[in-house]
T-cell receptor, first 114, second 114 residues
Framework: QQPVQSPQAVILREGEDAVINCSSS?????VHWYRQKHGEAPVFLMI?????EQKGHEKISASFNEKKQQSSLYLTASQLSYSGTYFC???????????????FGKGTKLSVIP | EAGVAQSPRYKIIEKRQSVAFWCNPI?????LYWYQQILGQGPKLLIQ????????DSQLPKDRFSAERLKGVDSTLKIQPAKLEDSAVYLC????????????FGSGTRLTVV
């Protein structure tokens, strides 16, 4: 049930754009995106709910295609600070528990160079 | 608001020894999670609590791992006895239980088993 992310790694020059994709074989309740810098905890970027999308940051946005069970993260005009590993997390509702479970993908390592 | 607190930050133990990690979530967050992150991989859910009840522990190696969340606030994760393959970062996270908000992660405990 782990979502599949692509690409595994990408190198950008400052100012370039990137797209990171995330797909699942299961129906999704929502999709999360996180960024993790080396040696630090994952930091929440944004959540995309069924029937809509939520932009969490300027120049970093995402889309969610419920039918295809896919999400994409868009980074525009990349900055050095965007470097890190990006994880998508797919959320399913746990039946009977009134709760939700988040499963992370393997991550996409993004390196932005001057 | 205060973040998710975890301790210790680092721990080195010999195989077959026991170890315990502590987590204090954000006040008001009903749901608490323990994730294991092996170097180069995405976080893997070990156990999820809602208040003081276990919602999902299907990926917890119950022969050696145990966790509790007394009074629905802080939580302890224990490993006994530890194996070499338990070397990883153990991340605690918390969230509102609505399923529409992101998770907040603690700084994690880096465990090395030698």
């Amino acid at each position: 049930q782990q979502p599949v992310q692509s690409p595994q790694a990408v190198i950008l020059r400052e100012g370039e754009d990137a797209v990171i994709n995330c797909s699942s074989s299961k129906a999704l309740y929502s999709v999360h995106w996180y960024r993790q810098k080396h040696g630090e905890a994952p930091v929440f970027l944004m959540i995309l709910l069924k029937g809509g999308e939520q932009k969490g940051h300027e120049k970093i946005s995402a889309s969610f295609n419920e039918k295809k069970q896919q999400s994409s993260l868009y980074l525009t005009a990349s900055q050095l600070s965007y470097s890190g590993t990006y994880f998508c997390g797919t959320v399913r509702r746990i039946s009977g528990a009134g709760s939700y479970q988040l499963t992370f993908g393997k991550g996409t390592k993004l390196s932005v160079i001057p | 608001e205060a973040g998710v607190a975890q301790s210790p930050r680092y721990k080195i133990i010999e195989k077959r020894q026991s170890v315990a990690f502590w987590c204090n979530p954000i006040s008001g967050h009903a749901t608490l999670y323990w994730y294991q992150q092996i170097l180069g991989q995405g976080p893997k859910l070990l156990i999820q609590f809602q208040n003081n009840g276990v919602v999902d522990d299907s990926q917890l190696p119950k022969d050696r791992f145990s966790a509790e969340r007394l009074k629905g606030v802080d939580s302890t994760l224990k490993i006994q006895p530890a194996k070499l393959e338990d070397s990883a970062v153990y991340l605690c996270a918390s969230s509102l239980s609505t399923g529409t908000k992101g998770y907040t992660f603690g700084s994690g405990t880096r465990l090395t088993v030698v």
